[in-house]
């Protein structure tokens, strides 16, 4: 890439960081830092790959942090790729219970009215079409698929959501042994925020009451079945049993007549967001 094509990629990173990715300004208010970034890399192409590590980096020692983190869940599908370009990376795949992850997908539309601020109208229509339980429990499917072939992998680390909440220090330190980083109690002591479900909060602290929250209510038992159906042995393996559900022939038949027309929708909506959509669609739904 030449310098101003980097800087070009080097500004984008700098203001999704620093704007959300929803709500991107302008790039060019980022070009002296991202020039900065170009510069910094030495004795190195300046390619793509390149150039988000020394991003990663570059925004990690700003923050007086020496190990970058990048916290995106669809990177799991390409976790061989990212073995493979970053020698030195770690990965940390955090499972969770399929049920509670439906749940949070088809309340995710909410999020603008939970205290997501930076949370555009159009991406909670986004979000709000693209929930249909099938599709979502198939990208479950998909994404857990994707790690399984890596669970002997001396980078990569696989964790229970539920385990880190109703046993935190243990899966802590795991994580920091596996890191090769000291455990401190205060990683413990980290802020709760908001979710799909609930409004953001000062408190802090793990809430281990989350576990349980699917039973709760939110999801019809159609939406379970099919949830169940679809992730099936792979969910059993993890831990998460099933449970009995009385199914509604009506809304089965409207979840399976509506989903060719969700695609549809989903598609449409998600286009810009695809480089390759052959490409995208095997790998999160075949």
Not at 10 to 25: E, F, K, M, P, V
Not at 166 to 174: A, F, K, Y
Not at 177 to 197: A, C, N, R, T
Not at 200 to 205: D, E, M, S, V
Request: charged share 25%.
């Amino acid at each position: 890439m030449s310098f101003e094509e980097s800087v070009k990629l080097a500004a984008r990173l700098l203001c999704i960081n620093h704007d959300s990715y929803w709500t991107q300004g302008d790039p060019a208010r980022f070009s002296e830092e991202a020039k900065a970034i170009i510069r910094s890399i030495q004795d190195r192409s300046t390619t793509p790959v390149v150039i988000f590590e020394q991003f990663l980096m570059y925004v990690a020692l700003k923050n007086g942090k020496p190990i970058p983190c990048d916290q995106t869940p669809c990177y799991i599908l390409y976790i061989a790729d990212i073995l493979k370009l970053y020698p030195d990376s770690r990965v940390i795949n955090m499972i969770r219970d399929p049920r509670p992850v439906l749940l949070s997908q088809k309340n995710k539309w909410k999020r603008r009215w939970m205290g997501y601020k930076n949370f555009p109208l159009k991406e909670s229509i986004r979000t709000k079409i693209n929930y249909h339980p099938i599709t979502i429990s198939m990208l479950w499917k998909a994404s857990v698929q994707a790690v399984s072939r890596f669970v002997d992998h001396p980078r990569v680390l696989v964790v229970r959501f539920e385990d880190i909440l109703t046993d935190s220090e243990t899966e802590v330190r795991r994580i920091c042994d596996f890191l090769g980083v000291d455990f401190y109690k205060e990683m413990l002591d980290i802020p709760q925020g908001g979710s799909s479900l609930k409004k953001f909060t000062a408190n802090k602290g793990i809430d281990s009451s989350r576990v349980e929250a699917w039973r709760q209510g939110g999801l019809n038992p159609t939406e379970i079945y099919l949830c169940q159906k679809i992730t099936g042995t792979i969910m059993e393996k993890y831990g998460y049993e099933p449970v009995s559900t009385k199914v509604n022939p009506l809304t089965l038949l409207w979840y399976l007549f509506s989903l060719p027309l969700k695609l549809v929708m989903s598609f449409i909506l998600n286009l810009k967001r695809m480089k390759s959509i052959p490409e995208a669609i095997r790998r999160r739904l075949l």
